[in-house]
T-cell receptor, first 111, second 111 residues
Framework: DVKVTQSSRYLVKRTGEKVFLECVQDMDHENMFWYRQDPGLGLRLIYFSYDVKMKEKGDIPEGYSVSREKKERFSLILESASTNQTSMYLC??????????FGQGTRLTVV | GQSLEQPSEVTAVEGAIVQINCTYQTSGFYGLSWYQQHDGGAPTFLSYNALDGLEETGRFSSFLSRSDSYGYLLLQELQMKDSASYFCAGPFGGATNKLIFGTGTLLAVQP
C-alpha cells in the first residue's frame, strides 16, 4: 500500500514562529503537493514539486516556502506563522497526477 | 485560468441515484479525477477520466465531456456510508502539471 505520512496530526504554534510541516511518501513518486483545506474553499494548492530540489508555486504560496532535498520528503515551511494560517494542511504524492495519495493531514492552530 | 466548480451541497435518500457535476476552465486541461473525503479523513481517489465517456467502477461512475468542459460523478444505490465530500480534480499545465481541486460537494444521504 502507498503510504504518505505527515509528521504531526495536530499542532499549535504561536504567531511569528517558524513552523515546519513534514511529509514522507514511500512509493518513489515524482510529484508531491501541499494543500490547505478550509471550510467552503475546498483544497487549495500551496506549492508542488515535480522532482528533487524542483518546486513551483501553487495558487496561494504567500507566507509559505517548501523544501525537497530527497525524493521521498517534501516539507512545508511557514516562515512567520500568522493566525490566518490556521487550517488543515494536506500533503499528497502522485506518479502522473491521475491518482494522488494523501496523508492524514495536519491541523495547525496559530495562536 | 484553472478552476473547477461544483455544487456546494447535495442531499439524497438511501437507495437513490445522485449526480455531482463539475465544470472546469480548459486552460491546460488533461483529464478529470474524483475523490471522496469523509469527515475528519483524507481524500481518497475514486476514478479518473482521460477521454470522453463513462467509466464505471461498481456503484460509482464518472463521465467526461471535454467539448463541454464538464464532468460528473454518478453514485447509484446510495448508502449511508456514501455521506461525504466529493471533489473533482484535474492535472493542469505542461511539463510540470499541477493538480487542482474543485470546491467540493457535500453529499448528505438520508434514511
Amino acid at each position: 500500500d502507498v503510504k504518505v505520512t505527515q509528521s504531526s496530526r495536530y499542532l499549535v504554534k504561536r504567531t511569528g514562529e517558524k513552523v515546519f510541516l513534514e511529509c514522507v511518501q514511500d512509493m518513489d513518486h515524482e510529484n508531491m503537493f501541499w494543500y490547505r483545506q478550509d471550510p467552503g474553499l475546498g483544497l487549495r494548492l500551496i506549492y508542488f514539486s515535480y522532482d528533487v530540489k524542483m518546486k513551483e508555486k501553487g495558487d496561494i504560496p504567500e507566507g509559505y516556502s517548501v523544501s525537497r532535498e530527497k525524493k521521498e520528503r517534501f516539507s512545508l515551511i511557514l516562515e512567520s506563522a500568522s493566525t490566518n494560517q490556521t487550517s488543515m494542511y494536506l500533503c499528497a504524492s502522485s506518479l502522473r497526477n491521475t491518482e494522488a495519495f494523501f496523508g492524514q493531514g495536519t491541523r495547525l492552530t496559530v495562536v | 485560468g484553472q478552476s473547477l466548480e461544483q455544487p456546494s451541497e447535495v442531499t439524497a435518500v438511501e437507495g437513490a441515484i445522485v449526480q455531482i457535476n463539475c465544470t472546469y476552465q480548459t486552460s491546460g486541461f488533461y483529464g478529470l479525477s474524483w475523490y471522496q473525503q469523509h469527515d475528519g479523513g483524507a481524500p481518497t481517489f475514486l476514478s479518473y477520466n482521460a477521454l470522453d465517456g463513462l467509466e464505471e467502477t461498481g456503484r460509482f461512475s464518472s463521465f467526461l465531456s471535454r467539448s463541454d468542459s464538464y464532468g460528473y460523478l454518478l453514485l447509484q444505490e446510495l448508502q449511508m456510508k456514501d455521506s461525504a465530500s466529493y471533489f473533482c480534480a484535474g492535472p493542469f499545465g505542461g511539463a510540470t502539471n499541477k493538480l487542482i481541486f474543485g470546491t467540493g460537494t457535500l453529499l448528505a444521504v438520508q434514511p
